[in-house]
């Protein structure tokens, strides 16, 4: 990895044709989010419903997304761009989600995301000759972070398996994993050695997700036919009594059988008959209503307050039998609501699969130094991977809110990286996006359909999340040690630090390429006070 050549070395001159596609892009995506058709962040899609149906105004969403972006912006975005000389989301969408809502008119919010679109292109570049200029270059430094963040990366897939089905499954897959890695480095040392490794271990994952689902499922058909072999024996005694002997001898003997279901209805004016129904009734209602709210919770945590419309303008709608879930109803008008704007949608496709295939853009943080490297089948398979922890919560919130996510569920990434042809891509792009939009009320219900495989995407998210966290936090300890050695070390350690003491008020994954930036200023400045010299490379 040391003589790894990245595109920051040569700087982020990008030539006008990448600029205009940036420009526009931005443009763009700052339109949609002033529409609140679609927004990058995950965490700010639950409350455009909210702001959709005019329960919010505009500053406060703005302040939502505000709160929810600045560190991904500052500590995740630009560090990484500066770093690998390739451009990211948090860096261009996570801005144009802000400036779209807080825009008032329609056509201010294109001209803010385009603006926003050109200081990056144009502004990043400077940034980045400023910073190679220094005495004390962080920006070289910061290159160090490339391979914790690469081949830590590789394991997401055994802390997934490791957290759903045990240690014993985990220890397997991790064994089969480092033998991967240990063989593609030997045999194949041109491939990324973590691509391999990663395919094998999302697969296992897959398939023991399926066969946990199959298994549930007959073990559900078993049960049913029991039941309904049983309820088609116990009730022809009873059955036959009650036409036998109208009479009150007889009728007694019916009662004796426990099956309530053969007395409710005549026996009107027996007290116990009368209990029965009314003890069962909490309980009918007791039964889809526990079973909801699990499922309502999850997609609207962000806004209550679609949770508590629908059922307010039905008192005792649950009580109904036959009457429409309120979430099935919302999930399909915000269905509706996307494929009416398809064709924005199928432009902002275009868009984003021609800025992937122009490879002057990562979609994450480990595909950001594939992409600096060359490597663009290992980055199409590191982001494929990504994209199949986050399809079912870009889906649920998509169909919960009524906004879609920016980059729909990030496939367009991989397809991007590996087409030969900014016009293949930008009518693959298109494609895509349609048949996500198209499909959306679909997947939403094959994962509601497919509970162990719903659990395995939360697991990989989860478990990219703490592999990144950690590597993201080792690279930068190791770009401080080559900025400063111990004092670099000691700086940028204590910014981290502090910052959890704090109560983090820059977000984990963000806070250590934020302290390897203010350690890279604070290192020149003692520099230029005769208190600090240079480690040498």
């Known amino acids: 990895m040391s003589s790894t050549v990245f595109a920051a070395s040569t700087g982020l001159d990008f030539p006008l044709a990448q600029q205009l596609t940036v420009v526009a892009l931005c443009a763009l995506t700052a339109f949609l989010s002033h529409l609140a058709l679609a927004v990058f962040n995950d965490g700010v899609r639950p409350f455009m419903l909210d702001f959709v149906q005019g329960r919010t105004t505009r500053s406060a969403t703005t302040a939502v997304s505000l709160g929810l972006s600045a560190g991904f912006i500052f500590g995740l975005g630009a560090?990484?761009?500066?770093?690998?000389?390739?451009?990211?989301?948090?860096?261009?969408?996570?801005?144009?989600?802000?400036?779209?809502?807080?825009?008032?008119?329609?056509?201010?919010?294109?001209?803010?995301?385009?603006?926003?679109?050109?200081?990056?292109?144009?502004?990043?570049?400077?940034?980045?000759?400023?910073?190679?200029?220094?005495?004390?270059?962080?920006?070289?430094?910061?290159?160090?972070?490339?391979?914790?963040?690469?081949?830590?990366?590789?394991?997401?897939?055994?802390?997934?398996?490791?957290?759903?089905?045990?240690?014993?499954?985990?220890?397997?897959?991790?064994?089969?994993?480092l033998t991967l890695v240990v063989l593609t480095m030997k045999v194949w040392?041109?491939?990324?050695?973590?691509?391999?490794?990663?395919?094998?271990?999302?697969?296992?994952?897959?398939?023991?997700?399926?066969?946990?689902?199959?298994?549930?499922?007959?073990?559900?058909?078993?049960?049913?036919?029991?039941?309904?072999?049983?309820?088609?024996?116990?009730?022809?005694?009873?059955?036959?009594?009650?036409e036998q002997t109208p009479g009150g001898s007889v009728a007694g003997k019916g009662q004796a059988p426990a099956d309530p279901g053969a007395g409710e209805g005549p026996a009107s004016g027996r007290p116990g008959a009368e209990k029965e129904p009314a003890s069962g009734g909490p309980g009918a209602e007791k039964g889809p209503a526990s079973g909801r709210p699990g499922a309502e919770k999850e997609p609207a945590s962000g806004h209550p307050d679609a949770e508590k419309e629908p059922a307010s303008g039905r008192p005792g709608g649950g009580e109904t039998p036959g009457e429409v879930d309120p979430m099935v109803s919302l999930f399909g008008s915000s269905a509706a609501r996307l494929r009416r704007h398809l064709p924005l949608f199928m432009v902002l496709g275009a868009g984003v699969c021609l800025l992937a295939q122009l490879h002057v853009f990562g979609g994450g943080e480990a595909t950001s130094f594939l992409i600096a490297k060359g490597q663009y089948a290992e980055a199409a398979q590191v982001d494929f991977y990504r994209a199949l922890g986050f399809i079912p919560l870009i889906a649920t919130t998509a169909l919960a809110s009524g906004a879609y996510g920016i980059v729909g569920f990030t496939l367009v990434y991989p397809v991007g990286y590996l087409l030969p042809s900014p016009w293949l891509a930008m009518v693959c792009g298109a494609l895509i996006f349609a048949g996500e939009v198209l499909a959306l009320s679909w997947i939403g219900k094959v994962l509601g359909g497919l509970p162990s495989v719903r659990d395995s995407s939360e697991h990989l998210r989860a478990a990219i999340g703490d592999t990144l966290q950690l590597a993201i936090l080792f690279g930068s300890l190791l770009a401080a040690d080559a900025m400063g050695g111990g004092l670099g070390i000691l700086i940028a350690g204590g910014l981290y630090l502090l910052n959890e003491a704090v109560g983090r008020v820059v977000v984990r994954m963000a806070a250590a390429p934020a302290a390897v930036l203010v350690t890279g200023i604070i290192l020149n400045l003692l520099h230029w006070l005769h208190l600090f010299t240079p480690v040498k490379s």
Do not use: C, Y
């Not at 500066?82 to 329609?106: C, E, H, Q, R």
């Not at 910061?142 to 802390?159: E, Y």
């Open 189 to 242: 040392p041109e491939v990324f050695a973590g691509a391999p490794a990663m395919a094998v271990g999302v697969l296992l994952l897959i398939g023991f997700a399926v066969a946990k689902d199959v298994r549930q499922r007959r073990a559900e058909r078993d049960t049913a036919a029991v039941v309904t072999s049983t309820r088609g024996q116990v009730p022809a005694d009873p059955g036959a009594e009650k």
């Open 79 to 177: 560090p990484m761009a500066l770093s690998s000389g390739v451009l990211n989301p948090w860096l261009l969408f996570l801005p144009t989600d802000m400036l779209g809502i807080l825009a008032p008119k329609k056509w201010l919010a294109p001209l803010l995301g385009g603006a926003w679109g050109a200081v990056v292109v144009f502004g990043l570049d400077g940034a980045n000759d400023l910073a190679h200029d220094l005495p004390v270059g962080f920006l070289t430094a910061m290159q160090q972070m490339a391979t914790p963040i690469l081949f830590l990366f590789t394991l997401f897939p055994v802390l997934a398996i490791t957290r759903q089905f045990g240690r014993l499954r985990g220890a397997l897959a991790g064994g089969v994993e």
